[in-house]
Every structure is written in structure tokens, then in C-alpha cells.
């Protein structure tokens, strides 16, 4: 239910194929249920399409925290901006989330995440240098640097001179009996429900990971009224920050470790869930089995990043098992192969929301530094490499984030070995 999948494809007043978790509801909707990838018959009338060209300095995909702050930087150094976001609001992850921030006031230390992305809308609303184009996706990049657009009756030819791909990660999901079944969900779809729409996805829940998301997943069902059965995680040690796991084990919920769900069982919706205990080797151990009565099975067992736009436009890229999957070769100031692509954000690499605001910003100002001159040019070189100076020598010094630094490091290129890189595998697409 983050719209990064096929699940809930249906057909929407005649349309098939519509991904209902970003549809809004309104007074006369017609919806049926669908089964597979259903063609587009010949009578369906799809209404009027207004075919539009734009023109940008820089076009972000993606409006998370990484989107936004590259979208907000860039206006503030004069460029003109169109941002594309799927949702049916700006903010991405943000939006869910109702904890505060640790770190620094500059850095919205103090404020819930919902009321960052609030904060930047507002910016971004009132500035004439930014276009929001909500509801709307990049199906295409082609040669000449001709970005396709779809959005809400209208279709976009957009030519921009640099891109911020930011389009953030997509959960991953679980192999086990009856996973089809309502009411298993991802986390970032439970977040979605519950934070977004005020929606209350369960009453008696079981949640699969113990890093962040789950810890942090599970004390927010807590304050939505839905009873927590237990959180299972298959590794010795919980994953997350032991602040947020010390949230959840005030209130009574278990964490089991060197554990995992087998199964889950139920009348057309999830009714038990069976976890077992696993050795040293993750096999199940015979008659270890537990099972617990419950309507909600959350799935917080990590993200991948969202690396098809990268790997499209034919950006070198790298897997990274620190980093959730593959991602895109870049340099210290976050361009890619395919020369005025930027990545920042869960697509450059899973981390956190501070991280992604912090590699939007060093993106646009990569940018603002080639496409203006003088004292502007300058000041935005300054600025970007006292960012990158933070983000590499005090923020990711934490051994919290060890792993993402380590990951970062791994796919972090210098621009020599850019420039050979690109003589060696060409993008059939650039931007400029």
C-alpha cells in the first residue's frame, strides 16, 4: 500500500489496472475486482488527454524528505523546478511517521516527521520557481534527455537539464504459507493506513522485524488502539535503536529472537499466525512452534532501493547487500554515470530520513553549481562540500551507522574513475 507494487491493481470506473491504494475515494466510484494484468479493452473512453511540454533545470522524481530538500535548494539558488511524485501529497515516508527526530534544530531535530514534510510544502507551495506535479510518474527517460510524464488527465514531454532521481525504496516482502491472505501487510503500508488516513488496520497484531521500522511501526499500532502479540526477528539481537526497543518492551511486548513466521491461517482473512524458533543456521527447530490469535501480520523485513529509473537511463550500477540491493555508481557529489543524474535518498541507499534531506541538498547544489555562475556558483560549491564534510566526518561517525557508511563507501567513486567509467559503458541518455 505504498504503490510500489502490482497487488492491488483493479478496475476503476472501466479503467483496469489502477493501483487503488493511491486512488481517493469519491462520490460515485465504481470498482471491481480484477484478476491479472487485464488489457485495456477497445471502448473503454479514457477522457481527453492534454499532451504538455515543459522545460526545467531540474526535474526531481520523487517527493520524500531527499526530493523535497533538492527541490527546496535548487529553488533558493533561482532554478525552476517541476517535481513528480506518484502520491496524492508531497512528503513520501514522512508523512507516516509521528515520532520526533533526534539531532540538531537545523536538521528538525524536535519535530514529528509528518510535521517536517509539512514545513517543506509550505516553502514549496509559496515558491513561484517550484511545479508539482502530484498524482503523476516517469514512465520513460529517452535520447535527448526527453523525460515521459503521466499524471491526472495530462501527459508531459519534459526536457530538463539535470535530474534528482529520489524515488525513495519499496518493501520486501515474505515467503511463507497463505502470505496472499488479508491482512498481511508491510509496514509502510500499515503506516499508510493508520498515520496518513486515520484508519485502523487491525486489533491484534503480529510484527516480523526488529529493526527501526518494526520497533517503531509496533509502538505506533500501540497508540492506534491495536494490541501487539509479539515482534519476531530471525537474527540472535534485535536490529533497531535500543531507545525505540525500549519503547515497546515498556508496554509488555515481547521480541523474539531467533525467530520466524512459518505460516499464517484464516477464513479469507489472516485468523492465526505460527512462528518457530530457528538454530544457528536459521533452520526451523522441531516443535518450537508457536502460534497467536491475530488479524494483522506486519512485515517490517527491510527495503530495497528503488533503482529502476537509474537503471533505465543506463547508470553503472552496483549491488550492495550494506545498502538493501543495487544502486547506482556516483561520485562525492552524488552524480551518476549518466552525466547531470543525480541519486539521493533510500535509492542511493537505505538509511533514514535525515541522511536523504541532507543527499537532496548536496544534489542540488551539484547542480545550482553548474548551472549558475559567479558568487551563486561559488556559494553553492561551499555549501555543498560543507554538507558532504558533515554528513561523511560527524553524521555517519555514529557506529549506529556504520553499515550505511561502510555500504555509501562501497559505490562512492572518484571523478576520475567516473570519467573512465563512462568511456567504458556510454548512457544511451543525458541530460544538459
Not at 206 to 219: A, D, F, K, P
Request: some cysteine; proline content about 5%; glycine content about 12%.
Amino acid at each position: 500500500m505504498i504503490g510500489k507494487c502490482s497487488s492491488c491493481f483493479m478496475i476503476v470506473d472501466g479503467v483496469p489496472n489502477v493501483k487503488t491504494c493511491r486512488e481517493p475515494v469519491r462520490e460515485g466510484l465504481v470498482v471491481e475486482r480484477q484478476r491479472g494484468w487485464v488489457p485495456p479493452a477497445g471502448g473503454v473512453e479514457l477522457g481527453g488527454v492534454e499532451n504538455r511540454e515543459l522545460e526545467a533545470d531540474l526535474l526531481v522524481v520523487g517527493g520524500g524528505p531527499a526530493g523535497l530538500s533538492a527541490a527546496l535548494k535548487a529553488a533558493e539558488y533561482g532554478l525552476d523546478v517541476v517535481i513528480v511524485d506518484e502520491h496524492l501529497r508531497l512528503g513520501g515516508q514522512l508523512l507516516k511517521q509521528t515520532h520526533k527526530f533526534f539531532g540538531s534544530v537545523e536538521l528538525f531535530g524536535g519535530l514529528r516527521g509528518f510535521q517536517i514534510a509539512e514545513e517543506y510544502i509550505r516553502k514549496l507551495e509559496s515558491n513561484e520557481k517550484v511545479k508539482v506535479l502530484s498524482q503523476s510518474a516517469v514512465y520513460g527517460v529517452f535520447r535527448g534527455g526527453l523525460v515521459g510524464v503521466v499524471g491526472r488527465g495530462a501527459h508531459y514531454a519534459i526536457r530538463p537539464k539535470s535530474v534528482v532521481g529520489s524515488p525513495g525504496a519499496s518493501e520486501r516482502y515474505l515467503d511463507f504459507v497463505n502470505n496472499d491472505l488479508p491482512g498481511v501487510i508491510g509496514a509502510g503500508g500499515a503506516q499508510t493506513i493508520m498515520n496518513e488516513f486515520g484508519v485502523k488496520p487491525g486489533e491484534r497484531a503480529l510484527v516480523v522485524g526488529s529493526g527501526n521500522v518494526g520497533l517503531i511501526v509496533s509502538y505506533q499500532l500501540l497508540q492506534a488502539g491495536v494490541r501487539v502479540e509479539a515482534i519476531v526477528e530471525i537474527l540472535p539481537e534485535i536490529g533497531g535503536w535500543f531507545v525505540h526497543a525500549a519503547k515497546v518492551r515498556r508496554y509488555g511486548i515481547p521480541i523474539l529472537t531467533r525467530h520466524t513466521l512459518r505460516a499464517v491461517y484464516g477464513n479469507e482473512r489472516v485468523e492465526e499466525a505460527e512462528v518457530v524458533e530457528v538454530d544457528e543456521r536459521f533452520n526451523p527447530i522441531p516443535g518450537s512452534e508457536k502460534r497467536f490469535e491475530v488479524d494483522l501480520v506486519l512485515l517490517a523485513v527491510g527495503l530495497e532501493p528503488d533503482f529502476r529509473l537509474f537503471a533505465q537511463c543506463g547508470a553503472a550500477m552496483k549491488w550492495s547487500p550494506d545498502l538493501g540491493g543495487p544502486v547506482p555508481l556516483r561520485t562525492s557529489d552524488l552524480e551518476t554515470s549518466v552525466r547531470n543524474l543525480y541519486v539521493a535518498g533510500d535509492a542511493s541507499g537505505i538509511e533514514e530520513a535525515t541522511t536523504a534531506m541532507i543527499e537532496g541538498q548536496i544534489a542540488a547544489l551539484s547542480t545550482a553549481s553548474k548551472l549558475t555562475d559567479g558568487s551563486r556558483a561559488s556559494r553553492a560549491i561551499e555549501e555543498a562540500e560543507k554538507l558532504s564534510k558533515f554528513l561523511w566526518d560527524e553524521y555517519r561517525a555514529s557506529p549506529l551507522l556504520a553499515r550505511a557508511r561502510r555500504g555509501k563507501l562501497s559505490v562512492t567513486v572518484s571523478r576520475e574513475e567516473m570519467e573512465r567509467i563512462r568511456s567504458l559503458n556510454p548512457s544511451p541518455v543525458s541530460f544538459g
